[in-house]
């Protein structure tokens, strides 16, 4: 039998251990309990100090970190008499925790304001100011336990939703969809003018290849690959074969491994290859070579691993058509739907015997082989980089008509991958239940534009920030 006033079920998924139930009241919670706790900020506020006394005030707790680094950035926080400073909150179960997990040379935990821990009276030595929560939560552990499993750690709490989010509930989805829409479109030509402006100095081929290599580098990695883009006349002369090519990327960028993968029958030949080719040739490029420090592998998906991009771009720099078989694509008269499977057809690569089995050199051959480039990486090049390009090429030779065919494109292409910036952007400006409006490429475009145009230049108070008036003037003007 359940406990009395108790379901079955709730008896049934207690057993079956589908919710977190601390067996004793002496157990420590679970690190996710309490990045849940400092999320949704179920703490007595008033009674918060660090470890030497001072005084603690939460403007905002910041916003999840779902990438490598401190558990949450752009808190707003102020610490004794301090002015209140925007940075990073790191949150572990016990002090020692900032040295054992090795926080206090890692230059991504250098902005952390505030380290947040379970139980502890005395901060490790160098670590930030230190708060314990033990006497500060606003319920039982046992009681918070339960709530946690219908609070999930990323549903972004109502009360620390933007202050243009009250103003955007009240419009209705076709307000919305023209809003992004404008948005998108102000995206577009900015990337487009971006292309205009670097081929008046390099000329419209190397400016779209520099745009794919960035392109492929995403977030992370968009400075090194730009880097490598810019010689590129330098390093693709006399490459001949994809795998010459491959074996100069590699050697330039600093990601060539400099031994093989012991132990893998088979898996280290590709590795003797191209170092074969890279030793007798890497005098040559001495000056241009990377530091691997240039690039950054935590939070990366194994997929979008640069080596995996070099290696693809490689392929198409040697097929050597790349470019015009755009311009065809672009004179293309085929119906909307079947533009994204065309273009991948163009990029995407037919063979290649390792990196169609391999996420890096050192991986585990895959159990099936996996293509170079997915539909979500020929979604980010089409809307990030070559409708842009062809649209302002369109432009320079006062093509209108080719100029709208493009922007149709743009505005009709399927939505992308979903990410962390998009998700975060939907709760603090759209809230809940907006999920058909990003059904197009174009809508995430625009969201990402009004994210970066201004919460970007504010904090997570959204303090300075003038959407919000803005919003509530625009709807003023519409309504009248």
Request: net charge positive; proline share 6%.
């Amino acid at each position: 039998m359940s406990p009395a006033g108790d379901s079955f079920y709730v008896f049934w998924r207690a057993r079956a251990g589908a919710v977190n139930v601390l067996r004793d009241e002496h157990d420590l919670p679970t690190e996710r309990l309490l990045q849940a706790v400092w999320l949704h900020q179920r703490l007595r506020r008033d009674r918060l100090k660090t470890a030497d006394g001072k005084t603690v005030r939460i403007f905002h707790p910041g916003f999840v970190n779902p990438e490598g680094g401190p558990d949450f950035s752009g808190a707003v926080i102020q610490i004794g008499d301090e002015a209140p400073r925007s940075g990073d909150v790191e949150i572990d179960l016990r002090a020692g925790n900032w040295r054992a997990h090795g926080h206090a040379g890692n230059p991504n935990f250098r902005n952390v304001l505030l380290h947040v821990v379970w139980e502890e009276t005395r901060p490790a030595a160098g670590a930030p100011p230190m708060l314990s929560l033990d006497q500060s939560l606003d319920a039982p552990l046992s009681e918070l336990c339960l709530w946690l499993e219908g609070e999930p750690l990323r549903q972004f709490p109502e009360n620390l939703r933007g202050q243009c989010c009250p103003s955007l509930g009240q419009w209705d989805e076709p307000q919305l969809a023209g809003l992004l829409r404008e948005a998108a479109h102000a995206r577009f030509q900015s990337k487009a003018a971006w292309f205009h402006a670097r081929a008046q100095h390099v000329g419209w081929e190397q400016c779209l290849w520099e745009g794919l290599f960035r392109a492929l580098g995403y977030k992370h990695n968009a400075w090194p690959m730009q880097n490598l883009a810019e010689s590129r006349e330098r390093w693709v002369r006399g490459a001949g074969s994809a795998v010459g090519l491959q074996a100069r990327l590699f050697g330039i960028s600093g990601l060539l491994p400099l031994e093989g993968a012991r132990g893998r029958t088979g898996d280290d030949g590709y590795w003797r290859r191209i170092w074969d080719r890279w030793w007798r040739e890497r005098d040559e490029f001495s000056d241009c070579l990377l530091p691997r420090t240039a690039w950054k592998f935590r939070g990366l998906r194994p997929a979008n691993h640069p080596q995996r991009r070099l290696a693809l771009a490689a392929h198409w720099l040697a097929a050597g058509d790349l470019v015009q078989k755009l311009e065809r694509w672009c004179a293309t008269e085929a119906p909307d739907p079947m533009l994204p499977a065309s273009l991948r057809e163009i990029l995407e690569v037919e063979r290649d015997e390792f990196w169609r089995w391999h996420w890096t050199f050192h991986s585990a051959r895959l159990p099936k082989p996996r293509p170079l480039l997915g539909d979500a990486r020929v979604t980010d090049l089409a809307v990030n980089v070559i409708l842009p390009w062809l649209w302002t090429r369109a432009a320079e030779g006062k093509n209108g008509k080719l100029q709208r065919i493009l922007e149709q494109r743009y505005f009709t292409w399927p939505p992308a991958q979903d990410n962390s910036i998009l998700r975060l952007a939907r709760q603090r400006l759209l809230g809940p239940g907006r999920g058909r409006l990003g059904r197009s490429a174009a809508a995430q475009q625009g969201l990402m534009q009004i994210a970066r145009d201004f919460c970007g230049h504010s904090n997570a108070v959204c303090e300075g920030c003038r959407f919000p008036e803005l919003v509530g003037g625009w709807r003023r003007q519409t309504a009248t």
